[in-house]
Nanobody, 125 residues
Framework: QVQLVESGGGVVQAGESLRLSCAASGRTFSGNDMGWFRQAPGKEREFAAGITWNGGHKTYYADSVKGRFTISREYAKNTVYLQMNSLKPDDTAVYYC?????????????????WGQGTQVTVSS
């Protein structure tokens, strides 16, 4: 059984920071790309950031978060993080951690096979 458990969400004011964590269990994600998605009320779930798990650990970001969010991973803890700085009210959403079963060329929702339960981030103005 694969489990992804997010933590670190909360309520902050615009301009502040939060760090989300995603702990993976059930298997070692030694070769799986992982990502963070977010879903605001009434909107589709969208890609926010992704990181390759193997060699080079390349990172990818949506234009809306580029320069403000940083994704990273820690092999020893089987954990991926999302550091969110300079938060804006538009960043308010449920944030989901996700993992791919096998590498793919894109970072769309359909590319991911495992999902966490989500953590709420609320940014007030």
């Amino acid at each position: 059984q694969v489990q992804l458990v997010e933590s670190g969400g909360g309520v902050v004011q615009a301009g502040e920071s939060l760090r989300l964590s995603c702990a993976a269990s059930g298997r070692t994600f030694s070769g799986n790309d992982m990502g963070w998605f977010r879903q605001a009320p009434g909107k589709e779930r969208e890609f926010a950031a992704g990181i390759t798990w193997n060699g080079g650990h390349k990172t990818y970001y949506a234009d809306s978060v580029k320069g403000r969010f940083t994704i990273s991973r820690e092999y020893a803890k089987n954990t991926v993080y999302l550091q969110m700085n300079s938060l804006k009210p538009d960043d308010t959403a449920v944030y989901y951690c996700a993992a791919k079963w096998r590498p793919t060329a894109s970072w769309e929702r359909k590319d991911f096979d495992y999902w966490g339960q989500g953590t709420q981030v609320t940014v007030s103005s």
